[in-house]
């Protein structure tokens, strides 16, 4: 497979504005169905969505992680959902970058819109066999998991019934990657907020995966050279904070809109001509700049090697705080049903990502000058 020309970053974003027609259209069924119509995955295909991780040899587009949350944000904006499928979805393409060559073509082969989706916790167990592993688990937040062409998930390997540890005596865990169809799908995501992205439980049984198909979880040296795979793997934890600032941003458009044409029962005049509503939407805003900024200041800084996995957690844990405390101000002055529907998928979001306060508690006792911080326990990267 030879590599295609890339798009510009600006005609990318401007992709994923166009898909707010088609995405409006089908956000009652995305709720009622729990998950995205076909009909929407495949123009998000269309769009390139699920290949701007993938390198670019393969066909994809190897955009830099700015550009992709700057995406992100816009489909976010529009419908929570779609924008976090496209985020976890796009794991399969950093995946690529650290991927035997051998399986990388009986992955990528066929198209460079192939949908990965998977769990990153290492609930399966892998006991080591001739030529791979014997696999079975259970994963549970595998978004996107019914659109998937190929599935991802962690496991702790085993020499027989012996757990096998790493050179720094822990648990060692390496990600599996086997096709969809050997999955059972667990009905589990019966959830009030971001119900499209179909988060179900998915599991296989003493399934064969060849160990081509393996790699070291989280820390998996790059095998393709773009600067893009030489990021830490918890660059995923940055890149799906672009998910809270644009269902935030658009939180505030559907505010602002409502606004202008609605009175409180018994008064006289618009929403928008209330200073209280005014300063709550002003400050919303505010917060929604600053969590950008302060993502924007970490992925730079990352890219440079300036500040390593630290300060890309630091993104992270600015940026998703600050969709949620954007998208929980708009209740109180109006809200509406487009605005609560938003505000649910941002607390869906943010609950089950445990690992994002305790980071956001451990950036601010830094920049109060404390440098010897634990880290907190029983963090975990879990989808929503």
């Known amino acids: 497979m030879t590599s295609i020309p890339t798009p510009s970053a600006d005609a990318l974003i401007q992709r994923a504005r166009d898909l707010g027609p088609a995405i409006r259209a089908c956000r ?33 587009y190897e955009i830099d992680p700015i550009t992709f949350v700057k995406i992100i944000e816009e489909l ?12 976890v979805c796009a794991v399969g393409g950093l995946l690529a970058g650290s991927i035997r060559e051998e399986a990388l073509i009986g992955i990528y082969g066929e198209s460079p819109d192939t949908i990965i989706a998977g769990g990153v916790n290492p609930t399966g167990r892998a006991v080591v066999v001739d030529g791979g592993y014997l696999v079975s688990g259970r994963w549970a937040f595998g978004s996107g998991i019914r659109h998937a ?5 962690n496991c702790l390997i085993y020499d027989g019934e012996q757990k096998r540890l790493d050179a720094t005596n822990n648990p060692e865990a390496r990600v599996m990657l086997f096709p969809a169809t050997v999955c059972v799908v667990h009905d589990t995501w019966q959830v009030g907020g971001l119900r499209g992205t179909g988060s179900h439980d998915f599991s296989v049984s003493e399934l064969f995966v ?23 793997f918890s660059l995923f934890a940055a890149l799906i ?13 559907a505010l602002v809109e409502l606004a202008k044409a609605k009175r409180p029962m018994g008064g006289s005049v618009l929403l928008s001509e209330k200073p209280s509503v005014q300063i709550a939407v002003a400050r919303a805003k505010a917060l929604v700049c600053t969590g950008r900024a302060f993502l924007y200041r970490g992925l730079k800084r990352d890219a440079r090697g300036a500040c390593g996995l630290r300060r890309d957690r630091n993104a992270s844990s600015s940026g998703a705080p600050a969709g949620l405390h954007a998208g929980s101000s708009e209740r109180r002055p109006g809200g509406g049903p487009d605005v609560r529907r938003r505000r649910r998928d941002i607390g869906v979001y943010v609950e089950p990502t445990g690992a994002v306060l305790p980071r956001c508690a451990r950036q601010d006792a830094a920049y109060c ?10 963090a975990c990267l879990a989808g929503p």
Not at 35 to 58: C, D, N, S
Not at 76 to 87: F, H, K, L, R, T
Request: cysteine-free; charged content about 15%.
């Open 28 to 60: 009652e069924e995305i709720d009622a169905t729990r998950q995205l119509p076909t009909t929407l995955v495949q123009a998000l295909r269309a769009a390139g969505m699920f290949r701007l991780f993938v390198p670019a040899k393969l066909g994809g």
């Open 210 to 232: 060849p160990a081509d198909r393996s790699l070291i979880a989280f820390s998996a040296r790059a095998s393709q050279p773009g600067i893009l795979y030489k990021f830490p």
């Open 76 to 87: 976010s904006a529009v419908d929570g959902s779609v924008g976090w499928i496209v985020s």
């Open 369 to 378: 000058g404390l440098t010897d911080i634990p880290r907190a326990r029983g």
């Open 241 to 253: 904070a672009a998910v809270p600032l644009g269902i935030a941003r658009g939180a505030i458009g």
């Open 149 to 153: 062409n190929w599935v991802y998930g």
